[in-house]
């Protein structure tokens, strides 16, 4: 069984900044792919950015410059760093992961639980 941690949500004020972290932890063989999406109020949820191995990442063009994803491939661990947080970055913020487990088949698709990001004065 795998399990993603999620911390480090909360409520900041416009041009302000976050980190949001994300601990896997259970029997984990393999990590493929880390990311983050986000889902607001009447909205379809997102990516916001995605890292593969140590260095390959993307984003999202609404992101791009101001938030970082990073990976601590010993901690099992991806952090997304925002800053300039704007009031339309507000959204839950879930964590996501593909990841192969011993005895698995093949990979699969983890959650998080999300957290809860608020941007306003």
């Known amino acids: 069984q795998v399990q993603l941690v999620e911390s480090g949500g909360g409520l900041v004020q416009p041009g302000g900044s976050l980190t949001l972290s994300c601990a896997a932890s259970?029997?984990?063989?393999?990590?493929?792919?880390m990311g983050w999406y986000r889902q607001a109020p009447g909205k379809q949820r997102e990516l916001v950015a995605s890292?593969?191995?140590?260095?390959?990442?993307g984003y999202a063009d609404s992101v791009k410059g101001r938030f970082t994803i990073s990976r601590d491939n010993v901690k099992n661990t991806v952090y997304l760093q925002m800053n300039s947080l704007k009031p339309e970055d507000t959204a839950v913020y879930y964590c996501n992961a593909v990841i192969s487990t011993i005895g698995d088949s093949g990979p699969r698709n983890y959650w998080g639980q999300g957290t809860q990001v608020t941007v306003s004065s």
């Open positions: 890292i593969r191995g140590g260095a390959d990442t």
């Open positions: 259970g029997n984990i063989f393999g990590i493929y792919v």
